[in-house]
């Protein structure tokens, strides 16, 4: 029997080939990085350096001073409107769960949550671990109270005792939370106090917490000793 010339190369043959040409394109690969090189145009990680090309970009770490400080007022006047009912939880919660719940009670639903509170109730950690440090004050003294809430509205040092209530403080430390460590939106937030007047609900527990009267705009101011009283004409 005459064999019949196979008119393809034979399975065995095409391995072979297969595995030349793959050889051939990783020489080749090697000869244009080599090629490279010589022109100044090595790679990265050549001369020891992360290609960071390859890197998925991550959540950006800055917080603009206008979203901190809008996020700072937005927190005091929720804070505030609530601070009654949030305030004697305060000193009974004893884990971040128990934050949450306190906080998620007088939040909007999750659907109508604006993202300031929203990002809020998602750090109770964080919040916990500033209302257990030095720099949180649950009752400030009553001096700091007393300027808050009788000294005028345009008043300086009003501004400085109200940024020093325990409804500010929180505000201050969380607003620029995550992006920021609670620790330094407290600093920045403290560096310039927040102009709004302390809501009426927030106002009237201090009062009461400090036995502080209401002030009446009637009633003469007192005399310094000294001061010699106008005569009558």
Known sequence: MIPVPYPFPRPSRWLALHSHINS??????DLEERVDRLDGIAPPYYYGIADDTKRKPGPGKKISDSERLHNRDALVNWLEANWPIIAGSLRTAKNPSDLAV????VAETEQLQPPWQSTFLAHPSELLDFLRSKKFKIKPPKRTALAALNRPYDDQTRKRAAN???SRQIANAMAGVPKLKWRTSLDLCQNKPSDLMIAGNAVQHYRRTYDIPEVDPNKPKRRKAGTPVPKSL
């Open 24 to 29: 051939l394109r990783a020489r080749l690969a």
């Open 164 to 166: 020093r209530l325990p």
């Open 102 to 105: 306190v906080f998620e009670g």
